[in-house]
């Protein structure tokens, strides 16, 4: 068993910063990708970001310049740096893992961003 728990998200103001994380715990693999995606009502669950094993980071281009993930991996948790908010970005944030391997994927509840123009 694999448990994603975020945490971090809130209501911030235009212009505003915000840190999520993710932490994993149980039993866990190694997992190839850890990333967060978002949500708003209605609407699909987007990219945000990932980093590998590896360290090599993507970012979707509405966040990238603005939003920053980082990993500890000997803990099993990532992060993300959200700066120069915007309205736009309110959502349900989720952090997502992959394990290739054994072609599985994760997925926390989500913590909720919030930004105020």
């Known amino acids: 068993q694999v448990q994603v728990v975020e945490s971090g998200g809130g209501l911030a103001q235009a212009g505003g910063s915000l840190r999520l994380s993710c932490a994993a715990s149980?039993?866990?693999?190694?997992?190839?990708?850890m990333g967060w995606y978002r949500q708003t009502p209605g609407a699909e669950r987007d990219f945000v970001a990932r980093?590998?094993?590896?360290?090599?980071?993507r970012y979707a281009d509405s966040v990238n310049g603005r939003f920053t993930i980082s990993r500890d991996f000997s803990n099993h948790t990532a992060f993300l740096e959200m700066n120069n908010l915007q309205p736009e970005d309110t959502a349900i944030y989720f952090c997502q893992l992959n394990d290739n391997f054994h072609r599985k994927v994760y997925w926390g509840q989500g913590t909720q961003v919030t930004v105020s123009s």
């Open positions: 149980g039993s866990l693999p190694r997992f190839d990708y």
């Open positions: 980093m590998s094993s590896g360290g090599a980071t």
